[in-house]
């Protein structure tokens, strides 16, 4: 798997590709903004499965460099700095960023950070972009409703329904499993990247912009005190949007 470390602190940087390397990455270390930018130019190399960016560059602000990557690429992007401040956090995951560790980081907690984006990054990178993925896991083609991964696109009856991009991370995390009850932690952990404590709200308002946008308002069930599931048969005779061609 290729990684691509963003990193001007040389020793920070020997560490990092020494114990990656040791983890089956193979690390291109990038010094400068400048040379990150470079490096994510398609060269007709495997493209990279993650890039760990660091926000302290000589030339340029991470937080810049962050927004010009994602205006060309969907390659998952781990911010790493020592700025904890929650308005530099929230700021950097505005801009693109999927996930944010701050120094000092554990290790072991980095590596896992680095899969769990790259996991869902191959999830929903184009599939010109990696010969290696499985074909469209955990796609959900029942109840009229197909979910394309690749182009983050989700249609209904043929009718395509713009989602934001959470609402899309949500469908597309409950769809992985139908029928399988995610707690609530698992879905802001894979959704919004943070613990759900104080969040409910916002996870309700976005299921039920989901259920409207979708027409479907049983398509996605609460569990109470549990979290959501996505119900995947239409049950029999409760969703009005949706009749059975009766006779
Ligand atoms: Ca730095």
């Known amino acids: 798997m290729r990684l691509l470390l963003v990193e001007d602190d040389e020793r920070v940087a020997a560490a990092l590709v020494a114990v990656l390397g040791r983890h089956g990455f193979q690390v291109r270390h990038a010094r400068s903004g400048h040379e990150a930018l470079d490096a994510l130019v398609p060269d007709g190399n495997e493209p990279y499965r993650v890039v760990l960016l660091d926000l302290g560059l000589p030339d340029r602000d991470g937080f810049e460099v962050c927004s010009r990557i994602r205006a060309h690429s969907a390659v998952p992007v781990i911010m790493v700095t020592a700025r904890a401040d929650v308005r530099s956090r929230i700021h950097g995951l505005n801009l693109g960023a999927d996930d944010y560790v701050t120094k000092p980081y554990d290790m072991g907690e980095l590596l896992a950070r680095i899969h769990a984006v790259a996991r869902r990054g191959l999830a929903a990178a184009p599939a010109s972009e990696s010969g290696e993925r499985p074909a469209q896991p955990g796609s959900l083609e029942s109840r009229g409703i197909s979910i394309d991964r690749e182009r983050r696109r989700v249609s209904v009856d043929g009718r395509d329904v ?86």
């Open 162 to 247: 713009p989602l934001t991009r959470k609402e899309f991370d949500l469908l597309a995390l409950l769809a992985q499993s139908p029928g399988v009850v995610y707690r609530r932690e698992q879905i802001f952990s894979e959704v919004w990247r943070s613990g759900w404590e104080g969040n409910g709200r916002t996870l309700e308002v976005h299921v039920g912009s989901l259920r409207n946008k979708l027409g479907l308002p049983g398509l996605v069930e609460a569990v109470r005190g549990v979290g959501y599931r996505l119900i995947p048969e239409q049950p029999a005779g409760t969703d009005a949007t949706a009749p059975e061609p009766g006779r």
